[in-house]
T-cell receptor, first 114, second 116 residues
Framework: DVKVTQSSRYLVKRTGEKVFLECVQDMDHENMFWYRQDPGLGLRLIYFSYDVKMKEKGDIPEGYSVSREKKERFSLILESASTNQTSMYLC?????????????FGPGTRLTVL | AQTVTQSQPEMSVQEAETVTLSCTYDTSESDYYLFWYKQPPSRQMILVIRQEAYKQQNATENRFSVNFQKAAKSFSLKISDSQLGDAAMYFCAYRRRGSGTYKYIFGTGTRLKVLA
């Protein structure tokens, strides 16, 4: 059974704190993605990675950074959390090759910044 | 740039009835995937159905089927014999096909309510 796991389901942080969201996949996928999900806005891509230490900006990278030191792990970092980063964060992974094309999602982390 | 539009923020269906969720997209590519994902309340997003653009036949998975109109750039999801467990957010998504890392473009979602 394929799995994408995220370190926390719920997280509450203070403004200005540094926040780490962790994602791990066990499918040997090359591609990994971080999205934020807000009502009425759907899923918006923050960053993605196609290989260890490789990363690309998505549509809304401001205020975020990422780290991929191992193939199975992709971390999202909020350098200085702000209230407008309160959201649901979804991690996903997929194969690099043509096979299937679908993404597999983690359960999400609901982050509240006070 | 590719876009995906879901014009129905919310829909309701009676249990055992049929409902159709709409999705339109815009792309200049000819080879791509289209997906419908389901996100139940407080649960993980899962793939419902996938369509490859080069295939003329509409995809079907049990009670779920699509109406793929490539020229019209339309990709609707039909759910037959709706069940209470079908209540969820449904997202339409697009991805260019081929080897490589391509961004997935998601619509804004349709919340489906199933009435007992």
């Amino acid at each position: 059974d394929v799995k994408v796991t995220q370190s926390s389901r719920y997280l509450v942080k203070r403004t200005g704190e540094k926040v780490f969201l962790e994602c791990v996949q066990d499918m040997d996928h090359e591609n990994m993605f971080w999205y934020r999900q807000d009502p009425g806005l759907g899923l918006r891509l923050i960053y993605f990675s196609y290989d260890v230490k490789m990363k690309e900006k998505g549509d809304i990278p401001e205020g975020y950074s990422v780290s991929r030191e191992k193939k199975e792990r992709f971390s999202l970092i909020l350098e200085s959390a702000s209230t407008n980063q309160t959201s649901m964060y979804l991690c996903a992974s997929s194969f690099w090759g043509r096979a299937l094309g679908e993404q597999f999602f983690g359960p999400g982390t609901r982050l509240t910044v006070l | 740039a590719q876009t995906v539009t879901q014009s129905q923020p919310e829909m309701s269906v009676q249990e055992a009835e049929t409902v159709t969720l709409s999705c339109t997209y815009d792309t200049s590519e000819s080879d791509y995937y289209l997906f419908w994902y389901k996100q139940p309340p407080s649960r993980q997003m899962i793939l419902v159905i996938r369509q490859e653009a080069y295939k003329q036949q509409n995809a079907t998975e049990n009670r779920f089927s699509v109406n793929f109109q490539k020229a019209a750039k339309s990709f609707s999801l039909k759910i037959s014999d709706s069940q209470l467990g079908d209540a969820a957010m449904y997202f339409c998504a697009y991805r260019r096909r081929g080897s490589g890392t391509y961004k997935y473009i998601f619509g804004t979602g349709t919340r489906l309510k199933v009435l007992a």
